[in-house]
């Protein structure tokens, strides 16, 4: 081998352990950042939700009636509640407190409200169909993998209504999925992308009274 | 024989009775609930705010009296912001319509006013507005259930009610009311053209404007004076519509709604809560995907073993190789 040779095999191992090292950096650098937006929103989050539920208990209502009965339960059909944050609608947080984890929950799913806050996929809590994606970053699902049966997720929505949950199972899908995602009999779904990122792992939870 | 006729006789009479109690009216029930109105604000005390009680709803929650005309969508009576806008949408009628209340009670020094004597029921109670200094304190309409309950469950039977208001700094200068119109009916195609609404200066019929495409649904009153209380009403509420008035500052909204349902189309409807927008896989194509939840981790082990593989060869392992050693010699030269 050449010297030439051996400087160019050097200096590629150079370059690459600098583009893992690099990509290892740009990952913690995001992560941060999302954990730094996360934090931000659900601070102003709660603000604006503990100032909705105090302006809307009303002591009339005390008199009224012996136990006023939650919209949704009148109507579960009804668009989830939502506050608006930077621009982007909430509608409300999941909390999993084996992971320590609580974040906010977009009313909508994209790649932008992703790189902020977990996302809705699809349904609604009042109907007990609802699924939540989040991206692996260590700050939102990276450790869902690790929950266990019968652990406790809590989601709150926009006017401080309280919904627990179970797990139930520990699943892994396929990303084509879809309908299996979406259709489920479980009360609540939440997935993020494996290691890799060819699966989704899958939480299902069943809800508690 | 005659005492089977009397019997027969009997029976009817006694059938008649029952079904005349059936038709008294709830006013005519027993009458041994109180409520009590507060008015209180950061002033203190507001005195000679005249409140006005009317039995607007029978404890079912159905309009009666003169407001069973009205066409007001009553609701499940449970949202406290419901509540709010049938109060604001029923005085505005029992003013502009000139209502008959049941009781009419002045605040007195105390900022109380005081109703005895009340069947059960859900009532209105309306007042008017009362100016401290430069500063008008407006109660806002509100509905009661009489009697009511405890947060324990037990039957209120004197009840007491803190009514909320607006406040507004007079200005020196005259003010304007807006409204506006807003139809919740699916663009029914036999929508009205225009409607009518009714201006009320102090609960008295002062001017009538017609609302249409022409003026955009909204029209606004100018050089109104500052010290009276302004309300609308919808004069001959289109048939099918139910009417919804609310205020917000000085713009008043007249809602209409109705149930037509348009023609479906082939809309993609989500099914569960509406649209949720949804980013589809990385990998594009027809065929849907779950978004892409992951941080790209995959290439970092291996950019490292590669790299570090490679630096290792390069360092300490080609020396040793024949073809290697050869070469170096040929440098070496």
Not at chain 1, 13 to 23: H, N
Not at chain 2, 96 to 116: H, I, L, N, Y
Request: glycine fraction near 6%.
């Amino acid at each position: 081998m050449t010297r030439i040779k051996r400087r160019i095999i050097i200096i590629s191992g150079i370059l690459l352990i600098s583009a893992g090292a690099a990509l290892t950096a740009y990952n913690v650098w995001d992560d941060y950042r999302a954990s730094r937006s996360s934090a931000a929103v659900l601070k102003e989050f709660n603000k604006q939700r503990e100032q909705l539920v105090e302006n809307t208990s009303d002591k009339n209502l005390e008199v009224w009636q012996e136990e006023p009965l939650p919209d949704y339960l009148l109507d579960p059909d009804m668009p989830m509640p939502t506050i608006t944050v930077d621009g982007y609608r909430y509608v409300g947080t999941v909390a999993i407190p084996p992971l320590e984890l609580e974040l906010p929950v977009t009313e909508e799913c994209d790649y932008d409200r992703m790189k902020i806050a977990v996302c809705r996929y699809s349904g609604s809590v009042y109907k007990d169909n609802m699924v939540i994606c989040g991206h692996n970053y260590k700050s939102q699902f990276r450790d869902l993998k690790d929950l266990q049966i019968n652990d406790e997720v809590i989601f709150v929505d926009a006017v401080g209504n309280e919904f627990r949950y179970l797990v139930d199972e520990i699943d892994t899908l396929s990303p084509t999925a879809v309908e299996d995602m979406i259709s489920s009999d479980w009360d609540l779904t939440l997935f993020t992308c494996n290691y890799i990122g060819n699966a989704r792992v899958t939480i299902r939870c069943n809800r508690v009274e | 024989m005659l005492d089977r006729s009397r019997s027969k006789i009997l029976a009817v009479l006694l059938m008649a009775v029952f079904c005349l109690c059936g038709m008294i009216p709830a006013s005519a029930e027993s009458a041994n609930y109180s409520l009590t109105v507060k008015f209180n604000t950061e002033s203190g005390a507001v005195s000679g705010s005249e409140f006005k009680l009317y039995y607007a709803l029978t404890p079912a929650g159905e309009l009666t009296g003169e407001f069973a005309d009205l066409k007001v969508e009553v609701g499940d009576l449970y949202s406290s912001e419901e509540l709010n806008e049938l109060a604001y949408t029923l005085a505005s009628y029992a003013a502009g319509e000139e209502f008959k209340a049941e009781k009419t009670v002045t605040s007195d020094s105390a900022g109380k006013a005081e109703f005895q004597g009340l069947p059960a029921g859900i009532y209105l109670v309306s007042g008017t507005s009362a100016q401290i200094g430069k500063i008008m304190y407006t109660p806002k309409p509100v509905l009661v259930r009489i009697p009511g309950n405890s947060p324990e469950g037990e039957t209120v039977c004197d009840v007491e009610l803190e009514v909320k208001y607006d406040r507004m700094d007079i200005p020196d200068e005259p003010v304007s009311r807006t409204v506006k119109k807003v139809w919740e009916d699916n663009n029914d195609p036999n929508r009205p053209k225009s409607i009518k609404v009714e201006l009320l200066e102090n609960g008295k019929s002062c001017d009538q404007v017609e609302l249409s495409e022409k003026n955009n649904w909204t029209y606004t009153w100018e050089e109104l004076s500052p010290e009276s209380d302004w309300q609308v009403t919808e004069k001959d509420v289109p048939d099918s519509y139910t009417v919804k008035i609310t205020l917000d500052g000085s713009e008043f909204t007249i809602t209409n709604k109705n149930d037509y349902t348009p023609p479906k189309d082939n809309s993609d409807v989500d099914g569960n809560n509406g649209n949720i927008g949804r980013p589809n896989g990385p990998t594009g194509g027809d065929e849907p995907k779950l978004p892409q939840t992951g941080q790209l981790w995959w290439p970092v082990p291996l950019l490292m073993l590669t790299g570090l593989t490679l630096l290792l060869v390069g360092m300490f392992v080609s020396p040793s190789l024949p073809s290697s050693a050869s070469g170096d010699k040929n440098d070496q030269d």
